[in-house]
Nanobody, 118 residues
Framework: VQLVESGGGLVQPGGSLRLSCVASGDIVTIYTMGWYRQALGKQRELVATITRGDRTDYSDSVKGRFTVSRDNAKNTVYLQMNSLKPEDTGVYYC?????????????WGQGTQVTVSS
């Protein structure tokens, strides 16, 4: 299973970005999908998750600013990020819990850089 993120970049404080992550490969179904981020020198942290039934969970730091969504037909998860702050800077990783023909696995994308700076 491969997860490929896109949509990162440089944005000014207060701006918006939309990240996408497409899963491909031996996929029977995808359970929870989510986004994590890692700032320089810090541990990777949860940003948002979404179940197959569209139940969502957010870290307190992004509630009200970020929205996670998914398109099950396209095996894709999105992260709409509004009102971005410098502390949102980091590498954003896509995560998916996937049922394959060989069993269940937890997969990660390669990450996409988000930089919030004036």
């Amino acid at each position: 299973v491969q997860l490929v993120e896109s949509g990162g970049g440089l944005v000014q404080p207060g701006g918006s970005l939309r990240l996408s992550c497409v899963a491909s490969g031996d996929i029977v179904t995808i359970y929870t999908m989510g986004w994590y981020r890692q700032a320089l020198g810090k541990q990777r942290e949860l940003v948002a998750t979404i179940t197959r039934g569209d139940r969502t969970d957010y870290s307190d730091s992004v509630k009200g600013r970020f929205t996670v969504s998914r398109d099950n037909a396209k095996n894709t998860v999105y992260l709409q990020m509004n009102s971005l702050k410098p502390e949102d800077t980091g590498v954003y990783y896509c995560n998916a819990l996937v049922q394959t023909s060989l069993g269940r696995r937890d997969d990660w994308g390669q990450g996409t850089q988000v930089t919030v700076s004036s």
